[in-house]
């Protein structure tokens, strides 16, 4: 058995097809008529870029918008002025070929990118190998791997799966993906998800002990890989992918129906998204509005930041799209593990606890924070948008804030710009001390949306991302959920909504606890949905009072995650 990274849920059997992106030699030669040289770079160029679009117009007529953009990315790079005219200045200059010339100034790039570290950065090291590698193929007149024609049942193995590659892939034949490479957030990975086909990625050194034929048998799920496996766990994980398929298709009964409990407590059902275009997953699993839209992510993957107008396009389409239901809408929650290298901001010495969120937007209030707010604000026209700050942790954060958005009310009405007058304005409640304040806040705040995510990480002082003490980096323990029932209390007591955004929304050890606390709203990803939906339509919060007493009595974690698993048999 292989183990990587699950990146795609759900279980693939098949046959393995290895796709090995043919090795280009790449020679340095040298020429003395340059200006063809670089007319020949051109053609390829043109040739390049219209493949891209062809690539990027069948993915998102086939997928969906959000998945073209990665290659609409691609084509941004390929038309970069400074990447293509550095070339063609190796080319005049150093007087070699167009090949050798996008591999020395693509391969410093893409290094770069790569040194950075972070996730993000990596994969636009990955976009700009694939865009070189494709740039060169067209030079040397080289074929790409025909992905779109594999014969059915086969489980796609490659060392990586670029995007180019991952686009031609027609999910009624792949039934699974396994990579070396990759990581959960890689955009092969996000496009499996999209695709709804079992991947496994970051396994290391597969390629070495699997040949075309071999029959693999993967858990998107766990991240377990089999090569050729016995009949017996070949039938366990044949009745496991029957299982899964047969959940999936039971859950779509839960479309269209109120989120209620057996005792007629409502509770709203919603989402988190990071673009626009999440919001078609949204729709289509039946969400009941927007409970948190990362705005970082219209920050991310690109070179400037977005204008006020962008940003005023992409808050009108979701706030358009959800048609008055709620959508609440996070202010830019960068720094800690979100960096974004053109905002120049320094690495600090503790991120999570540095200049970072809503202390780096007051701090940064004309060039970043008042654009943001007034496009937030001129969308909120168009919808039942609402403002949530980011890792506040003192009122005055709040108040300053509040201020900045009551400042750009009075510019609007001055220029006659239509906004909603009662916009709400709440707060994460994601820090210690907003938790112990939560009374105070609650008085200010129009809402709560409590992120357990962070809340977790900084009630237990541990690392969100760091494995070495990720035992200590659960909801279940004690200390915080004691918290979390704290700031449930303090918003009903105060008469404002209390939902939750993190991870633990959707968590069904958490689920009949947080219903027993009150919490009003549950925000998660499009699919937990409804999932969660059939969980919360199963209980009484009467009966589940005694359960949270029960829950909140013990000592440990453990004892509470026993405890819970056997309460939902699990
Ligand atoms: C959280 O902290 O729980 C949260 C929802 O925000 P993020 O994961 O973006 O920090
Ligand atoms: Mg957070």
Do not use: W
Request: hydrophobic residues 40%; contains cysteine; aromatic residues 6%.
């Amino acid at each position: 058995m292989y183990k990587g990274t699950s990146a795609s849920a759900g279980i693939g059997i098949g046959k393995a097809a290895i796709v090995e992106d043919v090795q280009l030699v790449i020679t340095k030669e040298t020429v003395s008529d340059t200006a063809s040289e670089i007319a020949r770079f051109k053609a390829a160029l043109e040739q390049s870029i219209e493949d891209t679009r062809m690539l990027a117009a069948d993915l998102a007529t086939r997928v969906g918008e959000k998945e073209a953009e990665i290659l609409n990315g691609h084509l941004m790079l390929l038309s970069d002025p400074m990447l293509t005219g550095e070339i063609e200045n190796s080319i005049t200059k150093d007087g070699v070929n167009s090949e050798y010339a996008i591999e020395q100034v693509c391969n410093t790039y893409a290094d770069m990118f790569a040194s950075m570290g972070d996730e993000l950065m990596q994969q636009r090291a990955t976009d700009m190998r694939d865009i070189k590698t494709r740039m060169q193929k067209v030079l040397m007149g080289v074929a790409s791997v025909d992905i779109a024609s594999l014969p059915a049942g086969t489980v796609l193995v490659a060392k990586d799966l670029t995007p180019s590659m991952t686009a031609g892939i027609n999910p009624a034949n792949v039934t699974g993906i396994v990579t070396e490479l990759g990581g959960r957030t890689s955009h092969s990975a996000i496009l499996a998800r999209a695709l709804e086909i079992p991947a496994v990625v970051a396994v290391n050194d597969f390629l070495s002990h699997v040949k075309n034929g071999d029959e693999i048998v993967l858990d998107g799920s766990d991240g377990c890989v089999y090569v050729n496996p016995e009949p017996a766990v070949k039938e366990e994980y044949g009745k496991k992918r029957d299982a899964f398929l047969q959940e999936k298709k039971d859950l779509e009964q839960y479309i269209g129906k109120p989120t209620v409990t057996k005792d007629g407590v409502h509770v709203e059902l919603v989402a988190n998204i990071g673009k626009p275009e999440d919001v078609d997953k949204v729709l289509q699993y039946d969400g009941e509005g927007i409970g948190l839209f990362r705005t970082e992510f219209l920050f991310m993957d690109r070179t400037a930041m977005p204008t006020e107008e962008e940003q005023f396009e992409a808050y009108k389409k979701v706030a358009v799209a959800m048609n008055g239901k709620p959508v609440i809408i996070r202010t830019l929650d960068i720094g800690g593990d979100k960096e974004i290298p053109y905002m120049g901001l320094e690495k600090d010495e503790n991120p999570f606890l540095g200049y970072r969120a809503i202390r780096f937007c007051l701090d940064r209030k004309e060039d970043v924070y008042k654009p943001q707010l007034r496009a937030l604000l001129r969308a909120s026209a168009y919808g039942n948008i609402k403002i949530m700050v980011p890792l506040v942790t003192c009122i005055d954060e709040l108040r300053e804030a509040k201020a900045l958005i009551e400042e750009i009310k009075k510019e609007l009405d001055e220029a006659g710009i239509a906004y909603k007058k009662d916009i709400q304005v709440g707060i994460m409640v994601e820090t210690a001390a907003a938790s112990l304040i939560a009374d105070i806040f609650a008085k200010e705040a129009d809402f709560f949306s409590i992120g357990t995510n962070d809340l977790t990480q900084y009630t237990m002082s541990v690392d969100r991302g760091n494995d070495k003490v990720s035992y200590l980096y659960s909801p279940l323990n004690p200390a915080v959920l004691r918290s979390i029932k704290h700031i449930i209390a303090c918003g009903r007591e105060a008469g404002i909504m209390v939902g939750m955004c993190g991870e633990a929304a959707s968590d069904p050890l958490m689920i009949p606890l947080l219903l027993a606390f009150g919490l009003n709203e549950f925000s998660m990803s499009a699919s937990a949905i409804l999932k969660s939906r059939k969980l919360i339509t199963g209980y009484s919060t009467k009966e589940l009072q005694a359960v949270a007493d029960k829950a909140m009595s013990f000592a440990t974690e453990k004892e509470v995650a026993q405890f819970m698993r056997e309460f939902v048999g699990q």
